[in-house]
């Protein structure tokens, strides 16, 4: 994640969207491995040079095909890389 701090210009954004580890309960998708599975604090641990705009863990309904559809739990983020 340090790689994608370095690549943001100052005030460029970040958006991202992971399942969070909460997501193995729901069994709708995404890795089964949990050290690919983040939480929120998680994600802003390893990127400390951005200010959070939106953070979110959440229970939310995906449709995407049929290996993933249904309810979810998700982490959602926008930052913002300080300007210098």
């Not at 969207?17 to 193995?24: D, G, N, R, S, T």
């Not at 599975?37 to 309904?61: A, C, F, N, R, S």
């Not at 993933?68 to 926008?78: A, F, K, R, S």
Request: charged share 20%; net charge negative.
């Amino acid at each position: 994640m340090t790689s994608v701090q370095a690549a943001l210009k100052p005030n460029g954004c970040f958006v991202g969207v992971w399942y969070h580890p909460q997501q193995l309960q729901y069994a709708t998708g995404g890795p089964k491995d949990i050290d690919m599975l983040p939480t929120l604090t998680d994600i802003q641990k390893v990127m400390p040079e951005l200010d959070w705009l939106i953070g979110e863990e959440i229970v939310d309904h995906i449709v995407e095909g049929s290996g993933h559809t249904g309810e979810c739990m998700v982490v959602y983020v926008l930052g913002r890389k300080r300007g210098c």
